[in-house]
Structure formats: structure tokens, C-alpha cells
């Protein structure tokens, strides 16, 4: 059962990851070739859930740092608007690029995330939570 303790952590995590967001795709996604804002904060949305899983945290902590920040800092459907825009300009090459990059290093970051979480967690690296 959720507590407001849980749920507080989610709305600061959140906060959080929203304006990390919003700062990183203002700063990259201007004029490049593809919207790298939404790529790096996607794929580091990614580490960091793999990370979290792995470390095998408290639930609040897994709230704040799982559901709230790497929740509001990824975003899947400004990440589909981006693919449907590029099809749209008949950028093929770019949008399969773009489509399947980000699913494979997707895939490769969580998953070293979860390696690294669970490497840190079973030799007592981390043991605060």
C-alpha cells in the first residue's frame, strides 16, 4: 500500500524529471538533425530504471527515483510525434534510424543498468535502502 510518504516522492521525483527534461530537449533539440534532447533523456531514462531495479531499493526510494524521475524524464509520445514527424517529411533513413536506435539502446541501457544495480547491490556497495 502506497503512503503520501510514496506518493510525495513520486510528485518530487516527477518535478524533478520534468524540468530535466524540459531543459535538456530545449538545449539539443535545437536545429539537429534529429531531436537528441529526447534521445539522451530517454536512454539515460533507461540506465537509470535498470539501475533502480537492480539495486533492489526501499519502495519510497524506488517511487522517487523509478516512477518519478525516470517517468516524467522519458517520453514516449514526444518520442512517436518525432518518429510520425520525420515519416510525415518522408524521412525514412532518419525515422527507422531514429526507430531502431532508440529501441536497441534502449533495451542495451536497462539492461546494464540492471547488471550494474544488481553488481553494486550484491557486493555491498549499496546498502543504504
Known amino acids: 500500500m502506497m503512503t503520501w510518504a ?4 513520486v510528485g518530487a521525483g516527477g518535478f524533478a524529471g520534468a524540468i530535466i527534461r524540459y531543459l535538456v530537449s530545449r538545449k539539443l533539440n535545437t536545429r539537429a538533425p534529429v531531436p537528441y534532447g529526447t534521445l539522451v533523456v530517454n536512454m539515460f531514462g ?4 535498470g539501475l533502480v531495479a537492480g539495486l533492489q531499493l526501499s519502495p519510497t526510494l524506488t ?3 523509478g516512477s ?3 517517468g516524467a524524464l522519458t517520453t514516449f509520445s ?3 510525434k518525432e518518429l510520425v514527424g520525420m515519416a510525415r517529411l518522408r524521412e ?3 525515422s527507422s534510424g ?3 536506435g532508440s529501441i536497441i539502446l534502449g533495451i542495451v541501457l536497462v539492461y546494464a543498468g540492471y547488471i550494474g544495480g544488481t553488481f553494486f547491490s550484491s557486493n ?3 546498502s543504504c535502502c
Do not use: R, S
Not at 510514496?6 to 516522492?9: E, H, S
Open 124 to 126: 555491498g556497495l549499496v
Open 78 to 80: 514526444t518520442w512517436l
Open 46 to 49: 533507461c540506465l537509470l530504471i
Open 6 to 9: 510514496d506518493l510525495a516522492a
Open 68 to 70: 518519478g524521475l525516470a
Open 92 to 94: 525514412v533513413g532518419k
Open 63 to 65: 517511487f522517487l527515483l
Open 98 to 100: 531514429y526507430l531502431m
